[in-house]
């Protein structure tokens, strides 16, 4: 059963300090990865997708890598913002017949303190 | 394009009470899938569906029932709600195929209460 971990679970920075949450998981034989915000109260944004054949996706201040052979994703958070307070969270879709089922980390509180 | 959308945004109930939560996508997506979200315990699945007239169990799918009769519509029903039901309810969908399938899109959530 796939397991994914994210560190930390809490992280408080500056305004404008370059930051990188990590996410862990178990089983190597993934399909996709997904990188979610989610605001109090809020739904889940979709923020980067990385197919399973990628090593990265980019998206504006944003910078998702994947590297399927040790079970990590990070993602790096450029001249983070205020606006940038939210949890973080990644999920991946598994290969064969776990393709139809997302498995989430618990997520990264994230506060940018201004 | 409303995308995912829900209905109610909050609803409580009392043990023992059904009730339906309500959930349409104008995306054409073909997968769409309900999870549940409690504190400590991250986002689980309940239940999804590939397609009209398919659907599967997920990770917790005691207490639930769905069907899936259109492509756009795939509600959740509570048969006979329990205290430990209580949670954040969320809907979301996605392509099968195509550049840009995998990628799941959410719906805003409902927040369900159960006395």
């Known amino acids: 059963k796939q397991e994914v971990t994210q560190i930390p679970a809490a992280l408080s920075v500056p305004e404008g300090e370059n930051l990188v949450l990590n996410c862990s998981f178990t089983?190597?034989?993934?399909?996709?990865l997904q990188w979610f915000r989610q605001d109090p109260g809020k739904g889940l944004t979709s923020l980067l997708l990385i197919q399973s054949s990628q090593r990265e996706q980019t998206s504006g201040r944003l910078n998702a890598s994947l590297d399927k052979s040790s079970g990590r994703s990070t993602l790096y958070i450029a001249a983070s913002q205020p606006g940038d307070s939210a949890t973080y969270l990644c999920a991946m879709w598994g290969s064969g017949g776990s393709n139809y089922k997302l498995t989430f980390g618990k997520g990264t509180l994230l506060t940018v303190n201004p | 394009n409303a995308g995912v959308t829900q209905t109610p945004k909050f609803q409580v109930l009392k043990t023992g009470q059904s009730m339906t939560l309500q959930c349409a996508q104008d995306?054409?997506?073909?997968?769409m899938s309900w999870y549940r979200q409690d504190p400590g315990m991250g986002l689980r699945l309940i239940h999804y569906s590939v397609g009209a007239g398919i659907t599967d169990q997920g990770e917790v799918p005691n207490g639930y029932n769905v069907s899936r009769s259109t492509t756009e519509d795939f509600p959740l029903r509570l048969l006979s709600a329990a205290p430990s039901q209580t949670s954040v309810y969320f809907c979301a969908s996605k392509r099968l195929a195509g550049p840009t399938y995998n990628e799941q899109f959410f719906g805003p959530g409902t927040r369900l209460t159960v006395l």
């Open positions: 089983d190597s034989a993934i399909y996709n």
């Open positions: 995306m054409n997506h073909e997968y």
